[in-house]
Antibody, heavy 117, light 108 residues
Framework: EVKLLESGGGLVQPGGSLRLSCAAS????????MGWVRQAPGKGLEWVSG??????EYADAVKGRFTISRDESKNTLYLQMNSLRAEDTAVYYC????????????WGQGALVTVSS | DIQMTQSPSTLSASLGDRVTITCRAS??????LAWYQQKPGTAPKLLIY???NLEGGVPSRFSGAGSGTEFTLTISSLQPDDFATYYC??????????FGQGTKLDVK
């Protein structure tokens, strides 16, 4: 059974940093695209970042501030978020992609990140 | 930049109705389109990928069609579990991987 478990969310001041983790199980972690999607309160879905092999991609809104990575020995996906802004406040979902594409067939439960002073 | 526009934004329907949601891309994305269902407080669920391929375990009353710039999601006979918000997502690697703004399907 595929499982994705996010952790690391919380309250952070503007300009601060936070690292989200996503522990994956139930599938061959290295074989699939992985990504992060966020949802601001009451708003729609926003694709944030994805990783395939060693290649990474970012939405313009987070480029230069967020870094996606994965530790294959731990089957864990990360999102390092720096220079956080109020508009980054959202539930962040970790999601499993397909073998070659960034559409997502499994999602975690979400981690809430609140950026506020 | 590419834009994904869903219509309508809100749709009111009754049990047993046939409903169709449209997603339009501002540029051709071939068939790189997915549809998701989301209920309040829960993660999205994949329904359709590659425009018309039904994800495993998804009821056959859901279907997707289209290619290029115009896509549809159809529910053939609405069931109580179908009232939710639906999103399209383009995943053509030539463009940013964006979602449509969502269509909320509620009870008439």
């Amino acid at each position: 059974e595929v499982k994705l478990l996010e952790s690391g969310g919380g309250l952070v001041q503007p300009g601060g940093s936070l690292r989200l983790s996503c522990a994956a199980s139930g599938f061959t972690f290295t074989a699939y695209f992985m990504g992060w999607v966020r949802q601001a309160p009451g708003k729609g879905l926003e694709w944030v970042s994805g990783i395939s092999g060693s290649a990474t991609e970012y939405a313009d809104a987070v480029k230069g501030r967020f870094t996606i990575s994965r530790d294959e020995s731990k089957n864990t996906l990360y999102l390092q978020m720096n220079s956080l802004r109020a508009e980054d406040t959202a539930v962040y979902y970790c999601a499993k992609g397909s073998v070659r594409r960034f559409y997502f067939d499994y999602w975690g439960q979400g981690a809430l990140v609140t950026v506020s002073s | 930049d590419i834009q994904m526009t869903q219509s309508p934004s809100t749709l009111s329907a009754s049990l047993g109705d046939r409903v169709t949601i449209t997603c339009r891309a501002s540029q051709s994305i071939s068939s790189y389109l997915a549809w998701y269902q989301q209920k309040p407080g829960t993660a999205p669920k994949l329904l359709i990928y590659k425009a018309s391929n039904l994800e495993g375990g998804v009821p056959s009353r859901f279907s997707g069609a289209g290619s290029g710039t115009e896509f549809t999601l159809t529910i053939s006979s609405l069931q109580p579990d179908d009232f939710a918000t639906y999103y399209c997502q383009q995943y053509n690697p030539s463009f940013p991987y964006i979602f449509g703004q969502g269509t909320k399907l509620d009870v008439k």
